[in-house]
């Protein structure tokens, strides 16, 4: 799927959205976009509105691989809003970890294998950075631009 952001790359598998990748998939493979899957089709039509600025919230069924730590993230991340950002340490928080928790919370949203809709360029550093991501900071700037969001470097162009 082309998008403002590039090439996507959605995987489904058994119903459920198991990937949203930019460009190509990580093994490399063709990818699973082909084919009559309404799950597919439905992922298609949503980021279609999400790009135009349409949709702010997912209604897709989901069933990302990972840890349980890392999906214990990943729930999170679903509940950061259209339009806002959090920290990695604000994650870590609300699942109870100690301040030091801040670097597995961003390894955990670094194998996000969903993006955009578990929203993991919604998480930024505690200074108000843009930090990792496995899209290219670019393409983080430009989610959280389309979100309404400026970020430091938007704020540095103004001065």
Not at 16 to 45: K, N, Y
Request: proline fraction near 7%; glycine fraction near 14%.
């Amino acid at each position: 799927m082309g998008s403002p952001a590039g090439r996507l790359e959605i995987v489904e598998e058994g119903g459920a959205l198991v990937a949203v990748h930019f460009g190509a998939p990580p093994d490399g493979s063709p990818g699973h976009e082909r084919g009559g899957s309404s799950v597919l089709a439905e992922a298609h039509h949503q980021l279609s509105e999400y790009f135009a600025g349409r949709r702010r919230v997912f209604d897709l069924p989901l069933r990302p691989a990972g840890t349980e730590f890392q999906r214990r993230v990943w729930e999170v991340l679903a509940t950061v809003p259209w339009g806002t950002t959090t920290t990695y340490g604000a994650i870590a928080a609300r699942l109870g970890l100690p301040p030091g928790a801040a670097r597995a919370v961003g390894a955990a949203n670094g194998a996000n294998p969903i993006a955009i809709v578990l929203p993991c360029h919604r998480v930024i550093g505690s200074d108000g950075t843009l930090t990792g991501y496995a899209g290219g900071l670019e393409r983080k700037a430009l989610l959280l631009r389309l979100e309404g969001v400026a970020t430091a470097a938007d704020q540095d162009a103004l001065f």
